[in-house]
């Protein structure tokens, strides 16, 4: 069925929401592993360092999934990558549930951020090629929604099974294993369900009109684009691809001199700025800080469900408006927002003020900045500022300076969170750096084609 405005909705929806499943697993592998932390430690008896090692150890996988995904996604095609980290999901998802010991769980944990880093990198992208261009803020923006339901979906989990391990009356010893003695295993093998559906959902979407074009197949590339659109619309649309890719092959030193380094400076500070706000720090750490503001673990896993909630709703926000106030405004507002309630939560834990209600409001706050601005726009941005013959690899550098800044902060965090004010106000910093950045270097792309943003930065 198409509209006036000749989208096909329930096609685009079918894409999107198969390219969002990736970012639903980013968001539940992200957060699972914050129920975990505690119970491994525990049973494998972890130092802080080695407790780094666990929780980062998946975004060492998450670096090494970039580093191969821009090469995969432009040789074999985005729909193929995508399946390929569905499948390394999955394999996580079994893998940490029944690993034996520490080495085998931070080995499956390497896959799993593996295939995090894969999605990462070819899912918005996906949507982003697809996309038709006056809704294509908002549906890159559900890819973050998704990770934001994967957040709060792995929070409920762990919660919902840590309160009900004592219930368990089962005589299966699978059961027992899984949801009343170890239940970090529990918690890990949830995974696999929205890793089997993405296998599934897969095999129905097509394949990237843009990678098509790019691989000289532009009647295949046409066909697509005119079961979202419209002939008439497909036809304009290949015309200006064509155009687009008739520029000579690109080698990667390449893309950080003359007009392409403004695109690619904003990309990697951009998302690398994203992380050194600490939103993952709260996203793994969340109950440890909370139980030094006074928490106890079932309360803190219970204020993570909130934290959820809030990241969740938040993105909202930036799905109604980032089409019609643009991303340059949310990005501004947003960044802001962070950086304030980033300094007053670290101000109350330098003056030993560690009401844990006040802490929590702080938290709150940031998380709801960050879901509206950060967290969605970051993603809309790099899926739309580089052309289309190196937007793979350009994608990939970017999302890779995400998860290397994330890996720093996932490593150390336990270590500076020994003196709990410091996290937070580094943190507020590198906001205030964001936040420069924004207004002084990056563009607004709200209604401009993929093509058109391409020739703004000739």
Same mark, same amino acid.
């Given at each position: 069925?198409?509209t006036?405005?000749?989208i096909n909705f ?7 929401l198969?390219?969002t ?6 968001g539940?592998?992200?957060a /699972? ?20 090692w666990? /929780?980062s ?5 998450c670096i090494a ?12 095609g ?5 399946l ?5 999901f999955?394999?996580s998802?079994?893998g940490?549930?029944l690993?034996?010991d520490a080495?085998m769980?931070i080995?499956?944990?390497l896959?799993g951020g593996?295939?995090i880093?894969v ?15 006056q809704?294509r ?5 559900y ?6 339901i994967?957040i709060? /979906? ?11 391990a ?13 949801f ?18 993405f296998?599934?959902l897969i095999?129905?979407?097509p ?5 098509l074009?790019l691989?000289?197949k532009?009647?295949?590339?046409r066909?697509i684009l ?13 015309a200006?691809?064509q155009q ?7 080698k ?6 003359g007009k392409l380094a403004l ?12 992380q050194?706000?600490?939103i ?5 750490y969340?109950?440890?800080?909370l139980e030094k ?5 079932s309360?803190?896993l219970?204020?993570?469900?909130t934290?959820?909630?809030v ?6 926000v930036?799905i109604f408006?980032i089409?019609r ?13 962070s ?7 670290g101000i ?13 409001l702080?938290?709150i706050?940031?998380?709801?900045c960050?879901a509206f ?6 993603w809309?941005v790099?899926?739309e ?5 190196i937007?793979?690899?350009?994608v990939?550098i970017s999302t890779?300076?995400l ?5 720093i ?7 500076l969170?020994q003196?709990?004010a410091?996290p937070?106000f580094?943190?507020a910093?590198c906001c ?5 950045l924004t207004w ?7 209604g401009?084609?993929l093509e058109?943003?391409?020739g703004?930065?000739?």
């Open positions: 069925m198409k006036k405005s000749s329930i096609y685009v929806s079918l894409i999107t198969t390219a499943l990736g970012g639903f697993l980013f539940f592998d992200t /699972v592993i914050s129920g975990t932390i505690s119970f491994v430690k525990l049973q494998f008896g972890m130092s802080s360092l080695m407790e780094g666990y /929780v150890s998946a975004l060492l996988g999934g970039v580093a191969i995904s821009g090469k995969l996604s432009n040789k074999l985005r729909k193929k990558v995508m390929f980290a569905a499948f390394l999955a394999i998802a079994i940490c549930a690993a034996p080495t769980l080995l499956f944990r896959i593996l295939g880093g999605a990462s990198v070819v899912c918005p992208m996906y949507i982003a090629e697809l996309a038709p261009s809704i803020g908002k549906l890159i923006t890819y973050q929604l998704a990770i934001t994967g709060l /979906v792995a929070y409920f989990s762990n919660s919902k099974i840590q309160l009900n004592a219930e368990a009356t089962t005589t299966s010893d699978v059961y027992k294993l899984l009343s003695g170890e239940i970090w295993r529990g918690m890990f093998v949830m995974g696999i369900i929205p890793a089997l559906l296998i599934l095999l129905f979407i394949e990237s009109p843009r990678w074009a691989k000289n532009p009647e295949k590339a066909k005119a079961s979202i659109t419209n002939l008439k619309q497909a036809d304009v649309e290949i200006a691809i687009s890719l008739q520029s000579r092959q690109i990667v030193k390449e893309l950080f001199r695109p690619m400076m904003i990309g990697i500070l951009l998302t690398a700025l994203s050194f706000s600490g993952n720090a709260i996203i793994y969340g109950p440890s800080i503001a006074g928490f106890q673990l309360d803190a219970g204020g993570q469900v934290i959820g909630l990241n969740m709703a938040f993105t909202f930036a408006i089409d106030g643009g991303r340059k405004p949310l990005l501004m507002w947003g960044i802001a927002g950086a304030l309630s980033l300094l007053f939560a109350l834990f330098a003056f030993n003020i560690t009401n844990g209600w006040a802490i929590l702080c938290i706050l940031f998380i709801a960050f601005s950060f967290g969605p726009v970051v809309v790099i899926s500022i580089f052309p289309t013959n937007r793979g690899e350009a990939a890779m300076s998860w290397i800044a994330n890996w902060v996932g490593q150390f965090f336990p270590l969170n003196w709990p410091v937070f580094v943190f910093l205030v750096a964001a936040l420069w002084k270097k990056i563009p607004e792309t709200r401009r084609s058109e943003i391409e703004f930065w000739k």
